[in-house]
């Protein structure tokens, strides 16, 4: 099969058959599912310098996957299973890399990778049923198909404060994080303390002169329990990863272990503290919240129970009465669990300061650094942001995407993004997404699997039946979009200020953004569907006079 690097001379168009955007977990396995198992023409694309998607770009000190080791990989590679030794049970950012430029090489992908190339805009011509795509390299394809493999946490979102001209330091964002940052003995300011936030802030504050944490709002966090894997604990995992895998795509979150099914109120309160005792001391925040009780998310006093104990452990952890009162949450324990690696801890050093911007917001950045509405100036050498992505649709919005009659995505998701399956959105059709607006929330790179071998069926589905295009129709989107926010509802996680409702990017439309019902009940649903001759799909045939290439 031969290689798609050519380039356009004379302003030509390159016809392919997949352009696929991005070159990480999911970019990379379409590009072998397409031009490998389905024989056709494909090229990937990525901005990047090199593949691996959003662990190219986050080298923050600390990054970690919240994911086991073991389910943070591709399940499909049967052979790299028995290969790859993790030596962690939580994987780093420099492994993940690693492992996914192993992948690309093994699998040689990388002669059909376009690295240090965007993608600007995408336009569906109607009259050829097919994607036209322009680089910023200035080069044009025309692509029957077009995989949008973005990613899900990748758009950075960097607030808007008046005065960063001005600063007179370094300022980074922890999803750009350059080579060659050098922390020791400076004044440091972080502003954020979610998942990024938790990670880098515990990583530096051993190592800064002074460390200012500007908290957005308190955490509910829990050890994450990291440490070595022995040679025995790998050979034990590959010996049961039939099993392992199996678990993982029969259960609702993915992460590898029995989600609880258990009532807090059905044990004393003396079992429910040597469960979250046990909890604690093994680590994990997804661990915590639902393997040991299975109602923490949807029941209010479950909650207030799994709140109460954490809060405890704050105030038994911090020394500064006042420190740990700022520390301590007041909300609902109901966004994205957290785990970290010491950081109630970090607040015990003399070195590290904590100012709750939720009481006393930052005013202004000053050329010295970051004035808070108390008259405080906190100066400063770096000034680091730990305040995530605009997740989900982010990256769509930020590309010229157009579909049918030239409406924009930006347009066509005013009021929230929205697709049907979490793979396809009306009015642009053949263009597939993995990680697309509701889907599963869950360990992704399994629920990455079930949606790029599901768009694989599909794409293998249209070229043995002559079908040109493929489209979600409106009823079935909204259908969908209605089903993801009735189950959602039945949780607590729509009460609290979160990401994963949009809540963190000021202006844009809290909405739902996940399927909550699980992987399992969201693979037998979408199989279901392609079963069904694609229900809820309009299905194109080829138009009279089109030329297939």
Not at 7 to 24: F, L, M, S, Y
Not at 402 to 410: A, E, K, L, S, Y
Request: hydrophobic share 40%; with cysteine.
């Amino acid at each position: 099969m031969s290689s798609l690097i050519n380039t356009t001379e004379n302003g030509a168009v390159i016809h392919i058959d997949a352009a696929i955007i991005g070159a990480g977990f999911a970019g990379l396995y379409a590009l072998k599912k397409m031009r490998d198992e389905l024989g056709l023409t494909a090229l990937a694309f990525d901005k990047a310098g090199g593949v691996g998607g959003t662990w190219y770009w986050n080298r923050y000190p600390g990054a970690l996957s919240d994911s086991e080791s073991h389910v943070y990989c591709y399940s499909w590679d049967k052979d790299l299973l028995q290969e790859w030794d993790f030596k962690t049970k939580y994987v780093p950012q420099s492994e993940v890399l690693r492992y996914l430029e192993s992948v690309a090489q093994r699998h040689d992908l990388l002669k059909d990778i376009r690295l240090n190339t965007g993608i600007t805009a995408a336009a569906f011509d109607e009259a050829q049923q097919r994607w036209i795509v322009r680089t910023d390299a200035g080069e044009t394809y025309s692509a029957k198909y077009l995989i949008a493999a973005v990613g899900l946490l990748s758009a950075t979102n960097l607030p808007k404060i008046d005065g960063m001209d001005s600063f007179a330091g370094k300022i980074y964002h922890t999803s750009r994080w350059p080579e060659g940052v050098e922390l020791a003995g400076k004044r440091v300011g972080v502003v954020g303390n979610g998942s990024t936030g938790v990670q880098v802030i515990t990583a530096i504050a051993p190592v800064v002169g002074h460390l200012t944490v500007f908290q957005r709002s308190p955490q509910y966090s829990v050890p994450v329990g990291n440490g070595p894997l022995s040679e025995a604990d790998m050979a034990e995992i590959k010996a049961s990863y039939p099993k392992i895998w199996d678990g993982v795509k029969n259960s609702s979150l993915a992460f590898g272990f029995e989600e609880s099914t258990r009532p807090l109120a059905s044990v004393s309160p003396e079992e429910r503290t040597r469960i979250f005792d046990k909890a604690w001391a093994k680590g994990g925040g997804f661990r915590f919240m639902f393997e040991t009780f299975g109602d923490i998310a949807t029941d209010e006093d479950a909650n207030k129970a799994a709140q109460d104990y954490i809060r405890g452990k704050i105030d038994s952890i911090v020394h500064d009465p006042e420190t740990a009162r700022k520390l301590k949450p007041k909300d609902l324990h109901a966004k994205r669990p957290l785990c970290d690696s010491g950081y109630y801890q970090t607040f015990n050093r003399d070195n590290v300061e904590l100012v709750h911007i939720g009481e006393t917001p930052i005013k202004a950045i000053t050329p010295k650094g970051v004035l808070t509405a108390d008259g405080v100036e906190h100066e400063l050498d770096i000034l680091i942001f730990a305040t995530g992505f605009d997740a989900v649709d982010g990256n769509y919005k930020r590309m010229d995407l157009r579909g049918r009659d030239g409406v924009t995505i930006q347009d066509h998701w005013k009021d929230g993004p929205s697709g049907y399956l979490s793979v396809l959105t009306a009015q642009f059709p053949n263009m597939f997404m993995v990680l697309g607006p509701n889907g599963p929330f869950t360990n992704l790179p399994p629920t990455i699997e079930t949606e790029v071998e599901w768009i694989s069926k599909t794409i293998d589905y249209m070229e043995k039946n002559k079908v040109a295009a493929i489209e979600a129709t409106p009823e079935a989107e909204a259908e969908w979009t209605q089903t993801c926010h009735d189950i959602a509802s039945q949780t607590l996680f729509p009460k609290a200020d979160s990401w994963i409702f949009g809540a963190n990017i000021p202006g844009k439309k809290r909405t739902i953004y996940f399927y909550m019902g699980g992987l399992k009940a969201f693979r037998e649903t979408i199989e279901d569907v392609a079963a069904d001759t694609y229900r809820g799909f309009v299905l194109e045939p080829q138009k009279q006079g089109v030329l297939v290439d």
